[in-house]
């Protein structure tokens, strides 16, 4: 079965700080990974998604994200962060080829100092 | 567009009460639905998905039921409230019948058993 494990629980960070959040999974076979974020009193969204192709992902707000298929990593990455970008980020993977359910890491709560 | 409501958004109940949390999503046909809780620290837990009306798969066992009597409503349901039923409930859906694609999230249900 696929786990997703997110390095840390809790991130503090100055404004301009350059960000990279940790996420690895396990799974042998072909994945779809994603980041989602959930900012405060808002609704869990979609940040960015791989399926297939270029192993660098942009998704909304400066964010990018890299597959690494030999590391088993989708690790998050912005080169400076603003305080709007306080949230909670969660890693997610499913298996492609089974077409199965969403495994979500455990997140990891971000906060920027203005 | 699509939209998701849940409803109540907060909700405190006895332990050993009832429990009847909805979920209804507009603007599209046939989703795929999923019950989601999440605590903090332990990221989304996944309850229950549903692939269409009146089918419905459980990931854990535990004390919840869900049931879909419509194509876009959603029920997560309990006889006897415990205790550690407490937590934050998320709904979600996903546009085909197919689990790699986007999930959108409600505004989730806070939930405290007391």
């Known amino acids: 079965a696929q786990s997703v494990s997110q390095h840390n629980h809790h991130v503090i960070l100055s404004e301009a700080a350059s960000l990279e959040l940790g996420c690895n999974y396990s799974?042998?076979?072909?994945?779809?990974l994603f980041w989602y974020v959930q900012y405060p009193g808002q609704h869990l969204q979609l940040l960015l998604k791989y399926f297939s192709g270029d192993p660098l992902v942009k998704g909304i707000k400066g964010f990018e994200a890299e597959f690494i298929k030999s590391k088993f990593s989708f690790n998050l990455r912005k080169p400076s962060v603003q305080w709007s970008d306080t949230a909670e980020y969660f890693c997610a993977v499913n298996a492609a080829n089974r077409d199965d359910k969403i495994i979500f890491g455990k997140g990891t709560r971000l906060h920027i100092l203005p | 567009s699509q939209t998701i409501h849940q409803w109540p958004a907060t909700l405190v109940q006895p332990v050993g009460s009832p429990l009847s949390l909805e979920c209804t999503v507009e603007g599209t046909s046939n989703p795929n639905l999923y019950w989601y809780r999440q605590a903090a620290g332990r990221g989304l837990q996944l309850l229950f998905y549903s692939v269409g009306i009146g089918q419905i798969s459980s990931e854990v066992p535990q004390n919840l039921s869900a049931s879909r009597p419509q194509d876009r409503q959603f029920i997560l349901s309990s006889k006897k409230l415990l205790l550690s039923d407490s937590g934050f409930y998320l709904c979600?859906?996903?546009?085909?019948?197919?689990?790699?694609?986007?999930?959108?999230f409600g505004p989730g249900t806070r939930l405290t058993v007391l």
């Open positions: 979600a859906w996903s546009h085909t019948s197919s689990f790699h694609n986007e999930q959108f």
């Open positions: 799974y042998g076979g072909t994945v779809n």
